[in-house]
């Protein structure tokens, strides 16, 4: 069986260590903060490493989820970064939403080093890490492809290769363009209902039950804002992130993306307003925030 070590235990990546330590598959963790990697190792009896270098000397399968650009730079290219550590024939699964350009690039470098990576982002919260029916879009070899679903198809249902390194970036950021616009808009008619004098169960009940463009993701966001409940499944700062490569992606292909463009500036009010780490569903807050009193 392969032996993985994991970088990151954030809310995807101690969920995920969680399954493959379950399954037998997790030798190790690091982390940034090290008290949360003592704390997953004590629980779950595996190693914690000093840095991602020693992680990659110690483990075939090196499987990374951090924030952002500069999160996944400074654990591939930094002082002890993995690059310095990776064993020929190793396989990088970088699962972090990032650039598909950075992507690229550190494919490149991991390659030159006698390794193999792909990006493989992940449609689906925690809960489906939970229980093990998330989607992993995969860019990347067809070899690797077919590595990493050995170790990725222990936490979720559907892995799709999509085509080389970048493409699974690619798929992930026209899914949170539809996701981040999706959910401002569901924001937008659940104030107005409200402000409207509707129920709470008649709104909950035409956008989760009725709407024919009713979704899962109306199933799981409408109830938090009628509820106010902005525990967080997806930060308002990833949402706010993702939008941001949209739209940079966007411009570089010369393409038009007003819907993600608003959505853009929405999140940008969220954080701004203090919202950064709440749900991004709570982006209802600064629409209400700025509602008329006079009618
Ligand atoms: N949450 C979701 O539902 C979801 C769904 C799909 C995709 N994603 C994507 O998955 C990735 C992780 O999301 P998450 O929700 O697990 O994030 P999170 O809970 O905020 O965790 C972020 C992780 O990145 C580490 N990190 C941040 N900056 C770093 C740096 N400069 N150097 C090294 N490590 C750094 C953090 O370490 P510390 O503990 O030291 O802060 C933590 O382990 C993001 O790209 C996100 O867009 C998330």
């Known amino acids: 069986m392969v032996n993985v070590g994991l970088i990151g235990l954030g ?48 483990v075939d399968v090196v499987l990374s989820i951090v924030s952002d650009d500069d999160a996944v730079k400074s654990i591939m290219l930094g002082e002890n970064g993995v690059i310095n550590g990776i064993k020929q024939g190793s396989l990088v699964i970088e699962m972090s939403t990032i650039s598909p350009s950075t992507s690229i690039e550190l494919a490149n470098k991991i390659k030159e080093k006698g390794g193999l990576m792909v990006d493989a982002p992940i449609i689906g919260t925690s809960i489906l890490i939970e229980k093990r029916e998330a989607v992993v879009l995969i860019g990347g070899e067809r070899e690797a492809y077919e590595r990493a679903y050995e170790v990725v198809k222990h936490f979720a249902r559907y892995v799709v290769h999509v085509g080389p390194n970048g493409y699974g970036l690619y798929a992930k950021l026209i899914n949170n363009a539809l996701l981040g616009s999706y959910v401002a808009a569901l924001a937008e008619v659940v104030n107005l209902g409200e402000a409207m004098g ?32 902005f525990t967080t499944q997806f930060a308002t700062k990833h949402m706010r992130k993702d939008l941001d490569l949209v739209n940079k992606e966007a411009s570089r292909l010369g393409v038009p993306v007003p819907m993600a463009a608003l959505a853009l500036q929405l999140y940008r009010m969220s954080e701004a307003d203090g919202l950064s780490d709440d749900d991004f569903s709570a982006v209802i807050k600064i629409l209400k925030r700025r509602n008329s009193t006079q009618r």
């Open 198 to 229: 509707l129920s709470s169960s008649v709104i909950m009940d035409v956008l989760t039950k009725l709407s024919s463009a009713r979704s899962p993701t109306s199933e799981l966001k409408v109830p938090k804002m009628i509820n106010n409940d």
């Open 11 to 58: 809310t995807m990546g101690w969920r995920i260590a969680k399954n493959l330590k379950d399954d037998g598959l997790l030798i190790g963790v690091f982390n940034r903060t090290m008290s949360k990697a003592i704390k997953f190792a004590e629980e779950n009896k595996v190693n914690v490493f000093n840095n991602p270098a020693e992680l990659a000397r110690n």
